[in-house]
């Protein structure tokens, strides 16, 4: 039985080693990003290059998207030669990004219209998740089409849950950030706590992390603080992105987060100290100003 043809549209940080997996199991990969350099090097490996997406989904059984945020989706699907231009009935679009619950049920509806259905399927992980192949896959749609492109899947993550109803994975993703942010608050805190009371920040993780306390922000963003490393694996500006639409659906819900919201304030702070681009590990850099 013959692979399905893919087409995969956003070779950032993350979009560019999972579209690399897919490619390395040999299913039939098309791409397309908006600055067409980032295309060379998957091309050089095999992959078509389309000049648009709809072109891309005119030639794909599956189109993979992640870009940065709800506007950037609603283009790439709805947009002028956008995925709806060109998408073939049975098709399904797998939405990696992380967006508005709310955006993913429309899109979803203009597709159903063409005959199509759209997966919601945000990931955690970070860069090293998406070059490993480890990603969290939180997926939200119908049963059956799950389904139909778990295998694709399975090609870029170790957990792949299935969640509910389209919007579903973009809601547990959501629950990850509120976790991911919170935790990664009480992780500087207890660095600089460590610091200025003269203990070694290394030998406290490594102390704490086998422990009740231990967590994945502790022993992989942990060493990165202590090492003054705020590289991006995951951008300030990224997360408040994300933590924007913890907060609007949160609102709509009518859910209390004050753990949540002063997290959102603290980047916020880091943000002003033009320190949108670092990554998040950043909110250290915030806290010991504070200290």
Same mark, same amino acid.
Not at 22 to 33: C, D, F, K, V, W
Not at 58 to 65: A, L, R
């Given at each position: 039985m013959s692979k399905l043809?893919?087409?995969? =549209?956003?070779?950032? *940080?993350?979009g560019h080693p999972m579209a690399g997996h897919?490619?390395?199991?040999?299913?039939?990969?098309?791409?397309?990003?908006r600055t067409r350099s980032k295309t060379k090097e998957l091309a050089s490996k095999g992959a078509r290059v389309a000049n648009s997406p709809a072109e891309l989904?005119?030639?794909?059984? =599956?189109?993979?998207? *992640?870009?940065s945020d709800s506007p950037d989706v609603e283009e790439i699907v709805a947009g002028t030669d956008g995925i709806l231009q060109g998408i073939r009935p049975n098709s399904v679009v797998i939405d990696m990004s992380t967006i508005s619950p709310e955006v993913e049920r429309k899109l979803d509806d203009k597709l159903r219209a063409k005959d199509c259905t759209l997966i919601d399927a945000p990931v955690s992980g970070g860069d090293v998740g998406a070059q490993n192949a480890t990603l969290a896959i939180m997926v939200g749609g119908e049963r059956a089409t799950f389904d139909r492109i778990s295998p694709i899947l399975q090609v870029m993550g170790k957990s792949i849950t299935y969640c509910g109803p389209v919007g579903s994975g973009q809601l547990t993703k959501l629950c990850n950030q509120i976790l991911c942010s919170t935790t990664l608050l009480g992780v500087s805190e207890?660095?600089?706590?460590?610091?200025?009371?003269?203990?070694?920040?290394?030998?406290?993780?490594?102390?704490?992390?086998?422990?009740?306390?231990?967590s994945w922000q502790l022993s992989n963003i942990g060493p990165k603080i202590v090492e003054n490393d705020y590289d991006p694996g995951f951008m300030v500006d990224l997360m408040q992105k994300d933590l924007r639409l913890v907060m609007e659906s949160a609102g709509l819900s009518q859910v209390a987060l004050p753990a949540t919201s002063l997290v959102n304030q603290l980047f916020r702070s880091a943000q002003a100290r033009g320190d949108g681009l670092r990554g998040t590990q950043i909110l250290a850099k915030v806290i010991e100003s504070l200290s």
């Open positions: 043809k893919i087409g995969f =549209v956003g070779l950032g *940080i993350m897919i490619l390395r199991e040999n299913y039939p990969l098309t791409i397309y990003n989904a005119g030639v794909s059984d =599956v189109i993979i998207t *992640i870009v207890a660095l600089i706590f460590a610091h200025k009371n003269g203990l070694n920040p290394s030998i406290m993780i490594d102390a704490i992390k086998g422990g009740a306390a231990g």
